[in-house]
Structure formats: structure tokens, C-alpha cells
């Protein structure tokens, strides 16, 4: 499992007068859950709760998730860093609420 693995770059840091949602969460360092198949394909659904994010690609069958050797844990900068799309959900969510992305440009669906 890898663990927060990829260190944050000086561009990259969180501007200190940002007090958006997606800030907060970086700065509260909350860890994102999802599997390893996000090394190939996007998330399909992300959901927030209070204290982390979850994310599947679609693409995991249930014996795959039952598999604890198939999930990483990232950092919220990590995860948006590698799919920036997500962005605007995670600035406008609600904790409970789960995005359903159709592409990668960031159009979502809530699926409460």
C-alpha cells in the first residue's frame, strides 16, 4: 500500500488566504481510499465523508475490493493533482455525497 507517496512540489503548495473546501481538506490532510486500478482509468465515483474520500473506477469486481492488497491511500493533493477534474466536486460537496463522473472534465452527477 502506498501511503501519501508523492511529495508535494513548492508550486503546489495550498495558498494560505485559500479557505476553499478542497484547502481545508488538503490542510487537514483527510486520506482518499480507492483502488490500485486508478493507475489506468479515473475515478467514475468519489465519495466524501467527514474524515476521507472514497473512489472507485467502476471497474472493480467485488471480489477485487474484497482484496485489501487492491486499495492505496493517497493525499487529497495527490488525488487531485492526478485527476484535477474532481476539483469542483470537492469544493461544492456535502459529506454523505457521492459524484457519478461521466468524463474527465468535471461535469458530475450526485448520487445522494
Do not use: C
Not at 7 to 29: G, I, T, Y
Amino acid at each position: 500500500m502506498a501511503l501519501f507517496r508523492r511529495k508535494r512540489e513548492q508550486s503546489e503548495a495550498v495558498p494560505e488566504s485559500d479557505d476553499s473546501q478542497l484547502a481545508r481538506m488538503m490542510a487537514s490532510r483527510i486520506p482518499v481510499f480507492l483502488s490500485k486500478l486508478h493507475g489506468e482509468h479515473p475515478p467514475r465515483w468519489v465519495t466524501v465523508y467527514p474524515d476521507r474520500l472514497e473512489s472507485v473506477t467502476g471497474l472493480e469486481s467485488p471480489e477485487y475490493m474484497d482484496d485489501a492488497a487492491n486499495h492505496e491511500v493517497w493525499s487529497v493533493d495527490h488525488f487531485v493533482s492526478d485527476f484535477p477534474f474532481v476539483s469542483r466536486f470537492l469544493n461544492e460537496v456535502r459529506p454523505g455525497q457521492t459524484a457519478l463522473f461521466e468524463d474527465t472534465f468535471g461535469a458530475y452527477t450526485l448520487e445522494d
